[in-house]
C-alpha cells in the first residue's frame, strides 16, 4: 500500500508541476510573437514607404541616342563583378574580361556605333568619382579605388568592406587610346582635375595621406607627389576622404570626411613649389551617408547627394534604403560662412547625379535596392530604378523636387547631360 501510495502522490505531483510550468512557456511564446510581430511590422513599415510613399512607374524613353551631343560619352566597366555582390559575395566573373574605359565619338551612330576601349583599372565600391575628363577634353584620369580580382575567385568576402589593394592612377589619351599609368597610394578612391591642369586631388583611405595632390608636369616622379593627413571633427584621424572637388578659382578644395562631414581648404604655393592646406570656415555636418559632390561653375554653390544608408544601424541601411536627399552649400568666398541653403528628398540610394549645363535641372540616379539578389526577395525591394528631377536655382541654391521617373536595370551609378542639356545618359551596371 505505501508503495502503491507513493506512486500514486508522484502521479499527482508531476501533473501539479507542468501546469506550473505552463505559464513560463506561454510568455515565452507570447515573447517570440511579439518578435515576430514586431519584425513582420519593421518590414510592413519600410514596404509601404516604399511601394506606398514613393511610388515610381516605368517611364519609357523616347529620345534617340544619335541626339546625344558632345564631343565623347566616357564610361568605365567593373569586370570583377555583378552589382548583386554586395550581397552575397557572388562576383559571377567573366573569364577573359577586364576593367574598361570605353570612348564613344559623339554623335553616336547607333546603326555603326564606333567604341574605341582600352584597359583601365577601377572599381565600383567607391562613388562614382572614379572618372574624370580634363578641362581641355583632350584625356580622361581613373582612379583604381580596388584593385582587380583573379578571374577564378568566385567568392568574395564583403568585396565592399575589404576590396583587394587598389594603388593606381591611369591617364588616357582619348584621340588615340593611349594610357599611361602612375602607382600613388593605396585605395584611391576619388579624383579631380585642378581648372587649369594644374593638379590632380585624390581621395584615399590611407592612414595619414587620406589626399594626395600631385603635379600633373611631374605625375612620372612620385617625389613631387604631396600626401596630407586629414582628420575628422573629432580630431582623429579620417578614415577616408569620400569626395574630393576643386573650387573653379583653383585655389580651394571640397574634401568629404568618412561620409559624413565635409571642410573646404584652401590650397596655398609655397615658394619652394610645394603646396600647404589651410582649412577655411567651418566643416559642415552634413549627414551620415553623403556622397561625392561638385562646386556649380560659378563656385557659388558645392552639391552633394545623401544616400541616408547609415541612418539605420548595421547593414539594414542597404537593405531598407530610407529616401535619400539632394543638397546644396553655400560656399562663401569671403568670409568662409559656409552653410546648407537647401536638402530635398528625393529617391532611395541616390548614388550619382548629374547638373545640366545650365546648371537649371538636376537629376538623382536612384537605385532602390536593386542590387539585392532573388534570394533576399523576402525584403521589400523593386526591379525598378528611379531618377529624381529636379530644379535649381544657383542665385539662392534652392532645390525643388519636380517628380520621379522609374526605369529597369541593376545598380544604376551615375549619369550625364549631354552638351545642350536635352538628353540625359544614364548608365546602368
Known amino acids: 500500500m505505501t508503495i502503491t501510495h507513493q506512486q500514486t502522490l508522484s502521479e499527482t505531483i508531476s501533473p501539479t508541476l507542468s501546469i506550473r510550468q505552463r505559464p513560463l512557456r506561454i510568455i515565452g511564446i507570447i515573447a517570440l510573437s511579439l518578435g515576430l510581430i514586431l519584425a513582420i511590422v519593421v518590414i510592413g513599415a519600410y514596404t509601404y514607404s516604399a511601394a506606398i510613399l514613393n511610388p515610381v512607374t516605368s517611364t519609357p524613353i523616347t529620345a534617340s541616342p544619335n541626339r546625344f551631343d558632345g564631343r565623347y560619352l566616357l564610361t568605365v566597366s567593373d569586370a570583377d563583378m555583378v552589382g548583386t555582390a554586395y550581397a552575397n559575395d557572388i562576383l559571377m566573373q567573366i573569364p577573359g574580361e577586364r ?27 567607391s562613388w562614382p568619382q572614379v572618372l574624370i575628363p580634363s578641362p581641355d577634353g583632350e584625356r580622361a584620369y581613373i582612379v583604381e579605388a580596388a584593385g582587380e580580382i583573379d578571374d577564378n575567385l568566385e567568392v568574395y568576402p564583403n568585396v565592399q568592406a575589404s576590396p583587394p589593394l587598389g594603388r593606381t592612377l591611369t591617364v588616357v589619351e582619348l584621340a588615340t587610346g593611349t594610357t599611361t599609368v602612375y602607382d600613388v597610394v593605396d585605395y584611391p578612391l576619388h579624383v579631380a582635375v585642378h581648372p587649369e591642369e594644374q593638379y590632380v586631388a585624390i581621395g584615399t583611405k590611407e592612414a595619414n595621406r587620406q589626399l594626395v595632390i600631385l603635379p600633373v608636369e611631374t605625375l612620372d616622379d612620385a617625389g613631387t607627389y604631396q600626401f596630407f593627413p586629414i582628420e575628422n571633427s573629432d580630431g582623429e ?50 549627414g551620415n551617408t553623403i556622397t561625392y559632390g561638385q562646386f ?93 528631377l529636379l530644379t535649381f536655382n544657383n542665385s539662392t541654391g534652392e532645390l525643388v523636387l519636380i517628380d520621379q521617373y522609374g526605369f529597369e536595370g541593376v545598380l544604376p551609378e551615375h549619369a550625364v547631360f549631354d552638351a545642350d542639356g536635352d538628353a540625359l545618359g544614364v548608365v546602368i551596371y
Open 99 to 125: 576593367d574598361t574605359l570605353s570612348i564613344f565619338p559623339l554623335p553616336l551612330d547607333v546603326n555603326d556605333p564606333q567604341i574605341n576601349e582600352v584597359f583601365a583599372s577601377n572599381s565600383v565600391t
Open 296 to 388: 556649380t561653375n560659378d563656385g557659388r554653390h558645392y552639391l552633394t547627394a545623401e544616400i541616408n544608408w547609415a541612418a539605420l544601424p548595421g547593414q539594414l541601411g542597404y537593405v531598407f534604403n530610407p529616401r535619400g536627399e539632394m543638397i546644396a552649400v553655400q560656399f562663401d568666398l569671403m568670409e568662409g560662412n559656409h552653410g546648407v541653403v537647401s536638402r530635398v528628398e528625393v529617391g532611395q540610394s541616390p548614388e550619382g547625379f548629374a547638373i545640366s549645363p545650365d546648371e537649371s535641372l538636376i537629376v538623382t540616379i536612384d537605385m532602390r535596392r536593386t542590387y539585392l539578389p532573388d534570394n533576399l526577395s523576402f525584403i521589400p525591394g523593386t526591379d525598378l530604378n528611379s531618377l529624381s
Open 237 to 286: 584621424p579620417a578614415e577616408e576622404v569620400t569626395s574630393v572637388s576643386w573650387h573653379p578659382n583653383g585655389n580651394y578644395l571640397a574634401v568629404g570626411i568618412d561620409r559624413s562631414e565635409l571642410a573646404f581648404y584652401e590650397v596655398i604655393p609655397q615658394a619652394d613649389g610645394t603646396l600647404n592646406l589651410q582649412q577655411y570656415g567651418e566643416r559642415l555636418m552634413l
